[in-house]
Nanobody, 123 residues
Framework: VQLQASGGGLVQAGGSLRLACAASGRTLSRYTMGWFRQAPGKERDFVAA????????YYADFVKGRFTISRDNAKNTVYLQMNSLKPEDTAVYYC?????????????????WGQGTLVTVSS
């Protein structure tokens, strides 16, 4: 599976961005797709995930109510809609693919990763 993340940029606090992760190379029906983020000097943290086949979603507590993960079957693309952005959301955001059934919160379970897209939120 090849993953291509896009949509990052510079936004003011309170603003919105939509990230996209386009997948190719394999059907995603057996995968869970996740978004993680990594700020400078910190570990890569879980943000959100979605089971491709069931549509079940998972969120980190710090993004609940602000971020929404979704998928477009026809485009083989996963989206992360980010609203009410805060300066502490600044990070490189990565999309990943994990075989369905593993712990979606655990980055070590993800087999494939995209290249990352930078999100910068100014105060």
């Amino acid at each position: 599976v090849q993953l291509q993340a896009s949509g990052g940029g510079l936004v003011q606090a309170g603003g919105s961005l939509r990230l996209a992760c386009a997948a190719s190379g394999r059907t995603l029906s057996r995968y869970t797709m996740g978004w993680f983020r990594q700020a400078p000097g910190k570990e890569r943290d879980f943000v959100a995930a979605i089971s491709w086949s069931t549509g079940t979603t998972y969120y980190a507590d710090f993004v609940k109510g602000r971020f929404t993960i979704s998928r477009d079957n026809a485009k083989n693309t996963v989206y992360l809609q980010m609203n009410s952005l805060k300066p502490e959301d600044t990070a490189v955001y990565y999309c990943g693919a994990a075989v369905y059934g593993v712990d979606p919160f655990d980055r070590r379970r993800y087999t494939y990763w995209g290249q990352g897209t930078l999100v910068t939120v100014s105060s």
